[in-house]
């Protein structure tokens, strides 16, 4: 088992403590309303682990059970089943008051920063709240000093406090939660396309800063993703998924030199790519086609394999038998019958 | 912007070229809010301001003007008309408008338009105290049912719903006729039928407040439910709130306008607006002006009322993107 | 520019599908004074061209797009002035309803979010219908029917009589955006106006919707201006690139030449700042200091020079007009910037240097 392990930048393998966190078969439906009594399996049984200051990126579209997944890290929901360790210990467990206050070790940014900041308050009162549900600063003054010591490490100029998200711009705001999510010293933290929703030009300023704050401050993300090249930029292991499981997941190099799971390589060859020479290499070399057909409903699933119904390797046994995640090379496993590089 | 939605995108808020207009009233409003979450200063203000969809100010400035004389009539009615409205006067009985009453007079000889002042603060006390009082219950009935859900909600809007399907002016007489005539009571059986709308209305809200992402946030951040319901669901339910309120004071005015004219309202010797139409009622084909002015008072009320709620509205809403 | 008689129309078929913007701006007045949130954009779109406007929010990109089918008329602060000519037509002075006639018909729309474009309570079918109806379509409620299973099959649609009965709750993002496409057919079109179109969606669908833009244009004939803030599509997709930065235009280059020379720093800046599946994880994203401007706040001279490695005094009071980038780039390349020489000569190391900021 591969449970911690990563690659720093410079190439070297390195074994970790103990991970931060653990989710292990992790299962979610959902009960459509209308009384036709369908189940949407959000969550399909997903195990993944992150590593202490590691990035483990997860990619997936639309109905994948990625933002299902960082919803239920946040015990904003619950599982069906399956167990989620965090630092060692039962997160599932804590209920109530421990659980409150054991959430300063887990935060969140998400897509959205003018959604996620309560319009009627001033970021410097959004910093100061977290602060003060965790007791972290003695009154008001302390709270503010702080702030302002805070919004410094993202990058902004102390009177941001005063203003509301309405004054700053998208970039500035996403700042700003991420301040309040450091705020409390969190050892995990969950970004939700936390630069989907910014201009192009800003997109890479967050990224560098969170990579930054990964570096002084020690914290694992789970960074969640459609967008393939940005999770490329920052994380260190990436999971594919689909329709509510992890389809592929291998160290971040891996995973885009040599994918294995038809999938991946779909998602990899639709991405557009802002390079001509990149594009015309694809449309005459490889002949890659796109990915047709939709995404299946969630509600019915295919038998067997998921994927099949899009896929050009499918086979009988496909349809059979689902396959497991089963290990392509070290620490690189993919759920496929056929796994290999190659045209979808 | 009339016509086709032209989206300026979420960073360009600020230019938005909507509204220059100047709410006066605001601050004077805005200012009481204290603890409930100050809305912004300076710049955002001017915002918040600009994305009122305010079309012309004329309407507003009638509205509001309106609505200050009445509260002069209601705190010192002895500036605006003679001392005495009960004061009769049989030579001038049934005299139409003039110089000397611009509202003509009624069988008594009494000056409607003093009985008008006279009557504004009975009228406005009803209004604004039975509004506050209901939509402040009702309020709360509705956000704690809409953020807590579940059977509390299925209960309590179950209940509500009863309620709510009688017409408030039923609901009101309902209670009025158990209890004694007076104003407090009056007060009372009308804020009992603003009950069930402003717990419907702040319950939607509610809903809509509790799934928006920063109340998850605030969740994640580690606050209190009761933390996060008082700083943060509220005060983001206070802006339908306000303007229900504001229509509703003119709702409210007219239920205690058909009570007095049933003959059911507060026994005051001071006829109150509805009483004044009632009076009228048998001389409506020769002495018109008995029964008319007073009902044109009350409706300019309600309509000032509903103008100001409308403007409201669009200045209390922060700036979304 | 003068309107074609009836006469004229019919003799001389004007060059369909071709659009020329000049000098459009649209500005609002402010109690600080009037603010442009475009100014002085032209391009042209050459028959069964696509041409991919491309830029950020606050660019003007989407209301430059809106005002070419005269969307802007009806906002009562903002006012558009220049000319943009179709098909030899002016459209700028066009009568409403004449422009209505055009809108939809020979030139075609689509917009970002293809859910929030169809009506939920009508059948998919009936919408195509009523866009086939508006537009010169045949009489009879059943060829009408029978061409929008037409259309549907044009649009990668399969099973389309299935798909013309259900409601668009029933179908996916992508095929939302594939039957709004079918709607912007019926008329006809010459030019296809789409604004974001595949941004709501997934990649792999984004993927087939663009593959079908590509393929309409081949077997149409039809031009495009494709709306989008991502230099991917335009790379794929574009024949020509014009570049908005904060409500002007910044540079208009073949997308060959755009891709491997960029003559503006912001164009350059921006294919670095991007984040590449093919390119391996660098040490930090070499990204653009600084935000977009608001209009309120633009400087004098040019628009970008807030964030510019190459500002000169001279970027601060005089706004760089569009000129051609010099003779090695070829005639169509224009860039406003007045350093594009030096930035052309050395290539995109010019923001080597602060790459490391942020």
């Known amino acids: 088992m591969t449970a911690g392990m990563g690659f720093a930048p410079d190439g070297q393998a390195r074994a970790d403590a103990r991970p931060v966190v653990e989710v292990s078969d992790v299962a979610k439906r959902y009960r459509l309303r209308g009384g036709r009594g369908r189940t949407v399996r959000a969550l399909d049984g997903v195990s993944l682990t992150v590593g202490r200051r590691r990035t483990y990126g997860l990619v997936g579209e639309s109905g994948s059970g990625k933002t299902t997944l960082g919803r239920v890290l946040l015990r904003l929901e619950d599982p069906d089943s399956g167990q989620i360790t965090f630092d060692g210990q039962d997160w599932l467990a804590r209920r109530g008051e421990p659980l409150r206050q054991a959430r300063k070790e887990i935060q969140a940014i998400f897509q959205d920063p003018l959604g996620s900041l309560d319009p009627r308050r001033t970021a410097g009162y959004a910093i100061g709240e977290a602060l003060a549900a965790h007791g972290l600063a003695r009154d008001k003054a302390a709270r503010e000093r702080r702030a302002a010591e805070l919004l410094g490490m993202v990058g902004l100029p102390a009177d941001v406090a005063r203003r509301h998200p309405a004054e700053l711009s998208g970039g500035q705001r996403q700042r700003v939660t991420i301040a309040r999510a450091i705020a409390v010293r969190p050892k995990f933290v969950i970004c939700d396309e936390p630069t989907s929703a910014l201009d192009v030009s800003v997109q890479a300023q967050i990224i560098n800063l969170l990579s930054d704050l990964q570096e002084s401050l020690g914290v694992s993300y789970l960074f969640i993703s459609h967008s393939l090249a940005t999770v490329r930029h920052i994380a260190d292991r990436v999971g594919v998924m689909y329709l509510g499981k992890i389809v592929e997941e291998a160290p971040a190099d891996r995973l885009f030199s040599a994918p294995q799971h038809p999938y991946t390589i779909a998602l990899l060859a639709a991405a557009p790519v802002p390079d001509l020479t990149a594009i015309s290499a694809r449309q005459n070399g490889a002949g890659t086609r796109h990915l047709g057909g939709e995404v299946p409903s969630a509600t019915v699933l295919p038998s067997g394999c998921r994927f099949r119904l899009r896929c050009t390797r499918a086979q009988d046994v496909c349809a059979e038998r689902e396959p497991p995640l089963g290990e392509v090379s070290a620490g690189h496993t993919a759920a496929c019958h056929f796994p290999g590089p190659g045209p979808v | ?321 | 520019m003068a309107e074609l008689s009836d006469t004229e129309r019919t003799l001389a078929p004007p060059p369909a599908g071709a659009l020329s913007v000049q000098g459009l701006t649209i500005s609002y007045d402010s109690p600080a004074g009037t603010r442009e949130l475009v100014r002085d954009v032209s391009f042209d779109i050459g028959p069964g061209q696509i041409v991919c406007l491309v830029g950020e929010s606050g660019s003007g990109k989407t209301l430059t797009g809106r005002a070419i089918t005269g969307l802007v008329r009806h906002s009562p602060r903002l006012r558009a002035e220049g000319t943009v000519s179709f098909g030899g037509r002016e459209l700028s002075t066009l009568p409403e309803r004449e422009l209505r006639r055009v809108r939809g018909g020979q030139i075609g729309m689509i917009f970002q979010d293809p859910a929030a474009a169809l009506d939920p309570v009508i059948r998919l079918g009936d919408q195509i219908a009523e866009a086939i109806a508006r537009h010169g379509g045949p009489a009879g409620r059943d060829s009408r029917r029978r061409r929008a299973t037409e259309l549907l099959t044009q649009v990668g649609i399969t099973d389309p009589e299935l798909r013309a009965r259900q409601f668009p709750h029933e179908i996916s993002g992508g095929m939302c955006q594939r039957v709004l496409i079918a709607i912007a057919l019926a008329g006809d079109p010459s030019l296809l106006i789409a604004d974001e179109p595949t941004t709501a969606l997934d990649v792999t669908i984004q993927a087939q919707v663009l593959d079908l833009i590509s393929q309409l244009r081949r077997e149409r004939g039809m031009s495009v201006l494709l709306i989008t803030h991502d230099m991917g599509v335009a790379a794929q997709l574009a024949d020509q690139v014009v570049v908005m930065y904060a409500g002007s235009v910044v540079e208009v280059a073949p997308v060959a030449t755009f891709f491997s020379r960029p003559g503006h720093p912001y164009s350059a800046g921006l294919m670095r700042a991007v984040p590449r599946v093919d390119a391996p994880r660098a040490r930090r994203l070499p990204a653009i200091p600084g935000t977009v401007p608001e209009a309120a706040d633009r400087p004098p001279g040019c628009p970008f020079q807030t964030r510019c490695p190459l500002k000169l005094e001279v970027c601060g009071s005089e706004q760089p007009p569009l000129t051609a980038a010099g003779q090695s780039s070829g005639p169509q390349h224009l860039v406003a910037c007045h350093r594009s020489a030096e930035l052309l000569a050395g290539g995109l190391t010019v923001w080597s240097a602060i790459g490391a900021t942020s």
């Open chain 2, 1 to 321: 912007m009339d016509g086709m939605d032209v989206r300026v995108p979420a960073d360009q808020v600020a230019a938005t070229p909507e509204a220059g207009a100047d709410m006066r009233v605001l601050p004077l409003i805005l200012g009481r809010w204290g603890p409930l979450g100050r809305p912004a200063r300076g710049p955002a203000r001017r915002q918040i301001r600009q994305a009122s969809r305010v079309r012309t100010r004329t309407g507003l400035i009638i509205a509001v003007a309106y609505l200050v004389l009445l509260v002069g009539w209601a705190i010192i009615p002895g500036v605006f008309a003679g001392t005495d409205p009960t004061a009769v006067n049989p030579l001038a009985a049934l005299a139409g408008p003039s110089v000397h009453n611009f509202f003509g007079t009624d069988q008594y000889g009494r000056s409607i338009y003093d009985e008008l002042v006279y009557g504004a603060r009975p009228a406005l006390e009803v209004g604004v105290g039975s509004t506050l009082l209901g939509g402040a219950a009702g309020s709360l009935i509705g956000i704690a049912g809409g953020y807590l859900g579940g059977w509390f909600d299925l209960v309590v809007m179950r209940l509500i719903d009863m309620l709510l399907a009688l017409p408030g002016l039923l609901l009101a007489l309902i209670f009025i006729a158990a209890l004694p005539r007076t104003l407090s009571n009056e007060i009372f059986a009308i804020a009992i039928a603003s009950v069930p709308v402003f717990a419907r209305v702040l319950r939607g809200q509610a809903v809509q407040v509790r799934s928006r992402r920063f109340v998850d946030a605030a969740t994640v951040s580690g606050l209190r439910r009761r933390t996060i319901v008082v700083r943060h669901v509220i005060p983001n339910c206070v802006a339908p709130a306000t303007e229900l309120a504001t229509v509703y004071v003119g709702v409210a005015i007219v239920i205690a306008a058909s009570l007095s004219f049933l003959g059911l309202g507060p026994s005051e010797v001071v006829p109150d607006w509805g009483t004044l139409i009632q009076n009228g009622q048998g001389y409506i084909d020769h002495d018109w002006w008995i029964s008319v002015f007073p009902g044109v008072i009350v409706t300019l009320a309600v309509i000032s009322l509903s103008v100001l709620g409308d403007r409201l509205r669009g200045a209390l809403e922060p700036v979304r993107g």
